[in-house]
């Protein structure tokens, strides 16, 4: 048996992208078993919660190399707990495949680090050129106060100065914050030409629909955090038209990314979201390195899985110098309760950092 | 008034307000060293409040308390007790959790527990529960040294508040009540000891109710009523002094007869 | 009235009051009078239904109140005001007459809260003020209306004289002579013991938890060897 | 303009707020503890109304249940968690509090699900429009509205009534009050049960404002009502309410114009600690 | 081997933290929900100076110096207010901590720190140090106890009142208790910082505070080697528990309650009540 490790948040306040997370990397064993597993051997996933909490993580981390001797392991987890978990991995030469954690910093730790997401700069960059291209100009930003909106806030920021959009003002909101009325009602009195809002589908739900509640009607633009059924869900109606960035494009004609799909559908009975994807794509490719090592962990697996190229339901992918992939970001837009695609970004502007020089 | 520059307490001029309400109004005495001085009055008059004023409990809202020619004013309550003042208090709050021995020696460790450095370089307790023994034999209570004050009762508890208050050593020891809830057989035998110890140096100021006994050892009053002095002096004279019988000691007078309340409103019903 | 059948109390293991049968006759004056810690809080507090009964009956008015709880008891008829007064120290001086009253008809207590301020009119004076900031004396008048706001039968007062003043305890002990009259029953615990052999018409003398000498009052002042060794008369 | 809808929005969630620090200060002004497992209720109260609502279609329906579950609940709590450790230091009951809010939480996930739950159709959502352009939802209105109706009920209850004393005789002195004739339990089960009741109407109310219930939803809650009946100054009804209104109204100023300097709990509680410094004993201290 | 060395350092950590607060809430009665942000204090100090160069031990008493500093500016501010006010004031200063970390790009904002260079000790040795520093701790707590300081705290605890008329300084008492309890906290914060390599704001929030208070009174509060045990057994709680998944935190919520309910003076009280059954019996 070849078991890799999976950290990923079942409790906590994370819980829900967790649950989805751990189906899409279930799938990807249970797929790779069914076709044999890896050099005769059945693929084994050791999963532990990590809360979402740097200070669980580390325990978990450390459980995986040492207890489980995993030969790789995949993070299913936020940014905060992956990168607390990063150190450890590096440290035992495990190679570390990270779904959908975003921080800059989860690469640069070292080289058996993979991230198979863009980054959060990247992503907000993809954002302002999102406003680029729709022709608007003024901006409302409203940021999630946290890592993730942070990096989404700089990389947009960076973007807008390229493409002279003009920020009329910029909001931070907290995790925990569902109601919205102050905001809303400055953000109306800003008038803007688009508003690009960070969040979760948590927070995103009801900030969307008491935006549109008070009259706001002007194009909103979200990233992965919305990319979630339960967006449509809770936001209802006001979910309509809003624009999300995010690295799943669920009109793809991409094989892997209709099978994917399709699978989930039938495995799991609900559709898959860019956390399920994310998490899927993160275990498989370690499993095809691991195909290509015929089983083996450290150094050999860390090299296949920088050398290789994957097909994934996210688009194909292939690591640079510090581990990032380029890839394009997807911009799906909400059409009668479900993401369907509106278009494609892509370009220099979303390469992701290489290593940084010595 | 008479000056008298050596007095060891001057209270000059006090007033403490609560509120609305004028608990003690433009109050003045001074009390000499090696006296002992019975300050009584009707309930409500104030007694407790002025000695509240003279620790530090309560601000006066006017006026100045004197130690020694030093004025206390703004003075925070620790430091008036460190300066030699002591209150044994009319509600009895021992600490529940230590012994009664314990009780009187963190009073007698005063010492030691000037700074908080000073406290974390000593351990020992040997000298202050030596001085905490002596205390509650002096009251009466030695026997229940060990116990905890948890399960006493309230005449040992208003003994334990004394010996707590004599092991500060002080120069003025406040006592408010501390005959209340002692047989007159205690009473007497605790009075004859508080007379004793002022007899040692200690000045005293001494709250009662219990007449027999401040006539027996105090050697001068102040009598308050309604937040005024109404009279000061030699007990005896202070005594027959009528405004002091008729808000203090209730004499038979025909307007008191008058106000006497129907007494059968109550009760009647379920008789 | 109040019967105690070989009552014995205390505070978990420990029996604060053994063996004591006392009966008090109905409209009349009883005092239980000994040294600390003899038990007479306990005692009280025992028949108010807050200390548990280890052994023996409580009856009240031919019935068994052992099982009744505080609250059944003071509908009944006892009313208790107890040691250390234990006012509601957040509660205004009129909200505190108001509580004793609660067990009566709202409409009593106009009528009951002026019959106790004529007894003690120091409290008219304070009667917005929070009970936990009266003096001493103040306290202990209030305690007392308390209980006398429940209309009792049977009314229980520790320490009476604790912390009054002489006027005041002339007052208080004029006015329990008249209650008596109009046939309420009373339960007193005193330090004051010449007061209370002057007042009572029974006495209890208790030591240690143990009945040391009972029955009526004048005979226990001719009982020189009882007056020397327990009630610290002279 | 803007400064009359942050000051309206303030309202609003001043509102949510008073509604859940009120169940609070009724037990914490019974018992004396921090009672924060009161924020699972109201949870219990947003999950039950979303659930009820959505089977049945109707809103009524939905509170009722709510209130009723809930309040049942939170006497359940007391009989259960708190009177066998009334005896206890308070932060026994606080930690034991804390347990069985981890614990309903927890529950409220694994029954429900990690990602909550919606209303089918949401009710209540209209716009309404006030003198001067000001709109509200009529959730918002209705909000609003109810909060004032039950705070003044409250109100005169705790002040003006035999009722209201006899609950504030068991706080000081639980054991005379029982010599007084007050029955100890039935007071206190009334309190729980009125105070979580109302802990389950805020939740409903939250729900329809956001139409998203979570398992998490309370954690907010849980301490900002705490913090809440302490700037009122602690068992007063009247005190909880202003001091929720004005808290709802500093933070709705607060995070637009110092949200890039602090964030929403920050504000709250920094004024909640300037305000402590210069009066200690609450804003709105019967003392 | 490792994972036991990195789980015996995390327990060690934990009960150091525990004891500082033991020593503010258990000796001198004055209740905090906020001392995690002292626990943040020290390890933001570690980390940033380790990263600015300076050896990772020279960090650990400049973490304590700034921690104790700033516990007593709040010490003096539980001089106003008592009780449960006292509770949510401190409260209060947890979320402002967390609130002011995440505003400051210096201190790496919501992205927190991370990459802290390393002590140089092994991990071995790193264990060793954090069990040494924590037993010392707890030795210098039972020593203060002993002390004439745990006598007056004692007293400050049940009745400071009554503690001033027997002519005890009050106030300096109490900021002595924050001054002492909050640095030891810092020093906490800086083998926090060390062994996880990575902080950020929302590790030293609220749910923190609460989770070393739960630590301090499961233990029994007040005794040194009942806190300690409830530290080392919440601490590791979460690790033993993988294998329940995801009813994890329903079992530590239910439990923490259940302590409560059935044990009110924590594993102290339960210790003992078990000692001296068995001793009876035997
Ligand atoms: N903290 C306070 N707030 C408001 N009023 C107070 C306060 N303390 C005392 N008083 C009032 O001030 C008056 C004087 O009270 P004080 O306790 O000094 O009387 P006293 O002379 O000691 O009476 P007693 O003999 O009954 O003990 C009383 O009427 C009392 O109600
Ligand atoms: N809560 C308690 N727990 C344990 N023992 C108690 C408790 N209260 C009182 N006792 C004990 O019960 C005995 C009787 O006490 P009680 O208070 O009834 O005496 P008392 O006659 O009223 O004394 P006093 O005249 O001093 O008030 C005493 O030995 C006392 O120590
Ligand atoms: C669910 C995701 C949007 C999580 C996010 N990328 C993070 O790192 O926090
Ligand atoms: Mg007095
Ligand atoms: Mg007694």
């Excluded at chain 2, 809202?61 to 206390?72: F, H, K, Q, Y």
């Excluded at chain 4, 804390?98 to 909550?116: H, P």
């Excluded at chain 5, 650990?60 to 949510?88: E, K, N």
Aim: net charge neutral; charged share 15%; hydrophobic share 45%.
């Amino acid at each position: 048996q070849i078991k890799i490790g999976f950290n990923v948040p079942l409790t906590g306040f994370a819980a829900a992208d967790g649950k989805s997370a751990l189906e899409g990397a279930k799938l990807a064993v249970a797929q790779a078993n069914a076709k044999g597993g890896v050099a005769g051997q059945k693929v084994e996933l050791v999963v532990y919660d990590d809360q979402a909490s740097p200070k669980e993580a580390v325990p978990v981390a450390t459980k995986l190399v040492e207890k489980d001797k995993v030969v790789g392991a995949v993070s299913g987890s936020y940014s905060g707990s992956t990168r607390a978990a990063a150190g450890i991995f590096q440290q035992g030469k495990v190679p570390y495949v990270v779904s959908y954690a975003i921080h800059p910093d989860i690469t640069l730790t070292g080289d058996y680090m993979f991230r198979v997401s863009a980054m959060g700069e990247v992503q907000g960059r993809a954002g302002s050129m999102l406003v680029q291209n729709l022709g608007k100009k003024k901006v409302a930003l409203i940021t999630l106060k946290n890592d993730f909106g942070q990096a989404l806030a700089a990389g947009f920021k960076e973007g807008a100065q390229k493409f002279g959009l003009q920020v009329v003002n910029e909001y931070e909101y907290g995790m925990q914050d569902r109601q919205f009325g102050a905001l809303v009602s400055k953000v109306k009195s800003d008038n803007p030409d688009v508003i690009y809002a960070s969040g979760y589908y948590f927070t995103a739900g009801p900030l969307v629909s008491q935006l549109r509640a008070a009259g706001v009607s002007v194009p909103i633009i979200g990233q992965e955090g919305y990319d979630s059924d339960k967006f449509i869900e809770i936001a209802g109606a006001a979910a309509e038209g809003v624009y999300v960035t995010t690295s799943l494009d669920r009109d793809s004609d991409s094989a892997a990314t209709k099978s994917f799909l399709a699978d989930f559908r039938k495995e799991v009975g609900s559709n898959a979201d860019m956390v399920a994807a994310s998490s899927f794509t993160a275990t498989n490719v370690l499993i095809e390195g691991l195909k290509k090592t015929n089983g083996k962990g450290g150094d050999a697996l860390k090299d296949a899985l920088a050398a290789g190229t994957f097909e994934t339901p996210i688009g194909k992918l292939a690591f640079n110098d510090l581990h990032e992939v380029k890839k394009d970001v997807q911009v799906q837009v909400i059409k009668d309760k479900a993401f369907r695609r509106h278009s494609v970004i892509s370009g220099p502007l979303l390469s992701p950092p290489s290593k940084p020089a010595k | 008034m008479k000056i008298q520059p050596q007095a060891l307490l001057r209270v000059a001029n006090v007033t403490v307000r609560f509120g609305g309400l004028t608990a003690i109004d433009d109050v003045s005495f001074d009390v000499q060293p090696g006296e002992l001085l019975g300050l009584i009055g009707p309930n409500g008059a104030g007694k407790t409040t002025m000695l509240r004023a003279i620790t530090g409990v309560v601000r006066a809202t006017e006026g100045d308390v004197m130690l020694e020619g030093d004025s206390l004013n703004g003075m925070p309550i620790h430091k008036r007790i460190q300066k030699g003042l002591s209150l044994s208090q009319q509600l009895v709050k021992p600490f529940r959790e230590i012994s009664l021995l314990d009780n009187v020696a963190l009073a007698a460790g005063m010492a030691r527990t000037r700074s908080p450095l000073k406290a974390l370089m000593h351990v020992s307790q040997d000298e202050e529960a030596a001085i905490g023994r002596e205390m509650l034999e002096r009251v009466g209570i030695a026997a229940h040294a060990d116990q905890k004050p948890g399960i006493q009762p309230l005449g040992i508890l208003k003994r334990l508040e004394m010996a707590r208050a004599l092991a500060l050593k002080p120069k003025l020891l406040l006592l408010d009540e501390p005959l209340a809830g002692l047989n007159s057989k205690e009473a007497n035998a605790l009075a004859t000891t508080i007379a004793e110890i002022n007899r040692q140096g200690v000045t005293i100021i001494l709250i009662e109710h219990n007449l027999g006994e401040v006539m027996r050892v105090c050697q001068r009053l102040v009598v308050l009523d309604n937040g005024r002095k109404i009279a000061q002096g030699e007990p005896r004279a202070v005594m027959n002094d009528p405004a002091v019988r008729s808000a203090y000691l209730g004499g038979d007078t025909i307007a008191e007869k008058a106000k006497q309340p129907n007494l059968a409103v109550v009760g009647g019903t379920h008789a | 009235m109040l019967e105690l059948h070989h009552l014995s109390c205390g505070y978990g293991a420990f029996e604060a009051v053994h063996d004591l049968s006392l009966t008090l006759r109905p409209g009349t004056i009883t005092g239980l009078i000994g040294t600390n810690g003899a038990g007479k809080s306990s005692t009280l507090m025992c028949v108010a239904g807050h200390v548990a009964l280890k052994a023996g009956a409580i009856m009240f008015d031919g019935q068994d109140i052992s099982t009744l709880t505080p609250e059944q008891r003071v509908r009944r008829g006892i009313a208790i005001s107890p040691e250390g007064r234990r006012l509601f120290k957040d509660l205004s001086v009129e909200d505190n007459l108001r509580v004793g009253g609660l067990i009566q008809p709202a409409s009593h207590f106009k009528q009951d809260r002026d019959y106790v301020l004529g007894l003690f009119p120091r409290l008219g004076e304070r009667l917005d003020s929070l009970a936990g900031n009266l003096s001493g004396g103040e306290q202990q008048m209030l305690a007392i209306g308390r209980a006398l706001m429940t209309r009792p039968k049977l009314i229980m007062i520790d320490e009476l004289s604790l912390g009054l003043m002489p006027k005041v305890i002339d007052l208080c002990y004029r006015a329990l002579q008249q209650l008596r009259q109009d046939g309420m029953t009373i339960l007193l615990v005193e330090q004051n013991t010449d007061r209370v052999l002057a007042f009572a018409d029974d006495v209890c003398v208790l030591e240690s938890g143990r009945t040391v000498w009972q029955g009526k009052a004048s005979d226990a002042l001719n009982d020189t060897s009882l007056t020397a060794a327990y009630l610290g008369l002279h | 303009m803007l400064f009359l809808e942050l000051t309206a929005q303030g309202l609003v969630q001043g509102s949510i707020y008073a509604l859940v620090a009120l169940g609070l200060t009724l037990v914490y002004g019974l018992l004396r503890i921090l009672h924060v497992a009161h924020a699972a209720l109201f949870t219990l109260g947003g999950y039950l109304g979303v659930m009820v609502t959505n089977a049945t279609g109707s809103l009524t329906l939905g509170f009722i249940a709510a209130m009723g579950a809930a309040g049942m609940a939170g006497v359940a709590m007391y009989r259960a968690c708190y009177e066998p450790i009334l005896k206890q230091p308070p932060f026994v009951a606080l930690i034991a509090s804390i347990g069985l809010y981890i614990a309903f939480e927890e529950l409220f996930r694994i029954i429900f699900g990690a990602a909550g739950l919606s209303y089918q159709a949401p009710p209540l959502q209209e716009q309404v429009a006030l003198f001067g352009g000001l709109q509200f939802k009529q959730a918002e209105l209705l909000v609003m509205l109810g909060t004032a109706v039950i705070i003044g009920v409250l109100g005169y209850l705790q002040n003006k009534t035999r009722v209201g004393v006899a609950c504030q005789a068991t706080v000081s002195d639980p054991q005379m009050a029982e010599s007084f004739g007050i029955k100890l339990r039935q007071v206190r089960d009334i309190n729980f049960f009125v105070g979580s009741a109302l802990a389950g109407f805020a939740g409903v109310w939250v729900a329809l404002l956001n139409n998203l219930v979570e398992p998490t939803m309370g954690s907010v809650p849980s301490y900002k009502g705490l913090a809440i009946i302490v700037l009122g100054g602690m068992g007063s009804v009247r005190g909880t309410l202003l001091a929720a209104l004005v808290l709802g109204i500093v933070e709705s100023f607060g995070t637009i114009y110092l949200g890039k300097l602090l964030d929403r709990n920050a504000i709250a509680f920094a004024f909640l600690i300037a305000v402590l410094m210069v009066r200690p004993q609450g804003l709105f201290a019967r003392r | 081997m490792e994972y036991e060395i990195s789980l015996l350092t995390t327990m060690a950590i934990s009960v150091l933290f525990a004891l500082s607060l033991n020593l503010i809430t258990g000796f001198c009665g004055q209740i905090s929900l906020g001392h995690a942000a002292f626990l943040g204090i020290g390890a933001y100090l570690s980390a940033l100076l380790s990263k600015a160069g300076l050896p990772f031990l020279a960090t650990l008493p400049l973490g304590m110096l700034l921690a104790g500093i700033i516990g007593a500016i709040v010490g003096l501010a539980s001089l106003r207010v008592r009780a449960d006010f006292l509770a949510i004031t401190t409260m209060g200063v947890g979320f402002l901590f967390v609130g002011i970390v995440r505003q400051q790009d210096w201190l790496g904002g919501e992205l927190g720190v991370s990459a802290i260079p390393d002590s140089g000790l092994s991990k071995v040795g790193f264990m060793v140090f954090s069990l040494l520093l924590c037993v010392a701790t707890a030795a210098l707590c039972i020593y203060i106890r002993k002390s004439w300081m745990g006598r007056v705290f004692n007293g400050v605890a049940e009745d400071e009142d009554t503690m001033r008329v027997l002519g005890i300084d009050v106030p300096r008492y109490k900021l002595a208790a924050f001054a002492i309890g909050t640095a030891l906290a810092g020093l906490a914060g800086g083998l926090y910082a060390q062994h996880l390599k990575f902080i950020g704001p929302d590790s030293f929030g609220f749910v923190e505070s609460v989770t070393v208070l739960s630590m301090v009174v499961v233990g029994g509060i007040g005794s040194v080697v009942g806190v300690s045990l409830g530290a080392a057994v919440l601490s590791a709680l979460p690790a033993w528990f993988q294998f329940i998944g995801d009813y994890k935190l329903l079992v530590y919520g239910g439990l923490l309650f259940l302590m409560m309910r059935f044990s009110p003076g924590g594993m102290a009280a339960l210790v003992t009540r078990l000692v001296k059954r068995n001793g009876g019996r035997a």
